[in-house]
């Protein structure tokens, strides 16, 4: 979201629905001074997570667009050949 010294901070949370994430960024994004939170959104692994889908493409389109909807700006990244064994090891 842009925040500072934010890639140091790791965050876990269990039972929070899509919405609930949303809003927490929102909130955030507020106190930022954002209008509509950006957040960062690793490509490699969504494609990953939607390995099985009948169209990867449309999968990570469709996951993306959820975001939009929820009030979130969807910055996506890609890594491609250069993402490192580690990062594709792990979900």
């Known amino acids: ?8 901070t790791c965050h876990k949370a ?5 919405v609930d994430v949303a809003d927490i960024c929102k909130e955030l994004g507020k106190k930022l001074g954002m209008a509509r939170p950006e957040v960062v959104f690793d490509i ?3 494609v990953y997570i939607f390995s ?8 990570v389109v469709n ?15 890609c890594d491609g050949a250069v993402r490192p064994v580690s990062k594709r090891a792990t979900n």
């Open 63 to 77: 996951h993306l667009v959820k975001w939009g909807d929820a009030g979130i700006v969807a910055i996506p990244v």
């Open 44 to 46: 490699s692994n969504i």
């Open 1 to 8: 979201m842009g925040a500072t010294e934010g890639s140091k």
């Open 14 to 18: 269990t039972g929070l629905s899509q």
């Open 52 to 59: 099985k889908a009948s169209s990867k493409t449309e999968a």
